[in-house]
């Protein structure tokens, strides 16, 4: 059972303009969410994440907005830069402290 | 900023023999550490959370006599995988969280080792 789904496997965008990348989660008691950028054979990096209190955070180029009701997140990049091209893996957490993964989504940023 | 280093980055063994990955928190102490396994293609799989001077958790489905983690110090965590079989060849992966900030604070995760069973 999937609780957390990133259902566009891959996304390709041109340089200086926005990337959306998509999560839907089924746990409505997540209450911590988080986006993990990753290269191809090293671990996860921290990108940005977001309690269940908020709807939005921003830090720079990088905007997460959340959606409860729906149990939507999505983060947006822009502008997109090639450095940008990696997998990005939502996930979400609840207070046991388990984080749990989405399946990635391949982001290319073409110029 | 918070560095978790993973060792071996990669490692081929024979089928039979057992293999130890370690996982230490270079600047920060961690007394929970999560073990994760990644398939190519698929999501980063929760294997089971490392606790500081006591058991492991391990998450359903895990075998915890063919995994065995210790988590001797705040600042290391290890795995070893025994008597391994092709079909363990994975990418591991350990993570932990600095226990001087939040519960909601971010994982920070190691580069990763691929494990190839022969």
């Known amino acids: 059972d999937q609780q957390v789904k990133q259902n566009s496997p891959s996304l390709s965008v041109q340089e200086g303009r926005i990337s959306i990348l998509n999560c839907d989660y089924t746990?409505?008691?997540?209450?911590?969410f988080l986006w993990y950028k990753k290269y191809p054979a090293e671990g996860p990096t921290f990108l940005i994440s977001?309690?269940?209190?908020?709807d939005k955070n921003e830090d720079g180029r990088f905007t997460v907005f959340l959606n409860k009701s729906a149990k939507h997140l999505s983060l947006h990049i822009v502008p997109s830069q090639p450095g940008d091209s990696a997998v990005y893996f939502c996930?979400?957490?609840?207070?046991?402290?388990?984080?749990?993964f989405g399946t990635g989504t391949r982001l290319q940023v073409f110029p | 900023g918070a560095v978790v280093s993973q060792h071996p980055s990669w490692v081929i063994c024979k089928s039979g023999t057992s293999v130890k990955i370690e996982c230490r928190s270079l600047?920060?102490?961690?007394?929970?550490m999560f073990w994760y396994r990644q398939f190519p293609k698929q999501s980063l799989m929760l294997m089971a959370t490392?606790?500081?001077?006591?058991?492991?958790?391990?998450e359903q489905g895990v075998e915890k006599d063919k995994f065995l983690i210790n988590h001797a110090s705040l600042t290391l965590s290890t795995l070893t995988v025994t008597s391994a079989h092709p079909e363990d060849s994975s990418f591991y992966i350990c993570?932990?969280?600095?226990?001087?900030?939040?519960?909601?604070?971010?994982?920070?995760f190691g580069n990763g080792t691929r494990l190839t069973v022969t």
């Open positions: 746990n409505s008691m997540f209450d911590y």
């Open positions: 600047d920060f102490q961690a007394t929970t």
């Open positions: 490392s606790n500081e001077g006591s058991k492991a958790t391990y």
């Open positions: 993570s932990a969280r600095d226990s001087s900030r939040g519960a909601n604070s971010p994982l920070h």
């Open positions: 996930a979400a957490m609840v207070k046991t402290d388990k984080l749990i």
């Open positions: 977001i309690s269940s209190i908020k």
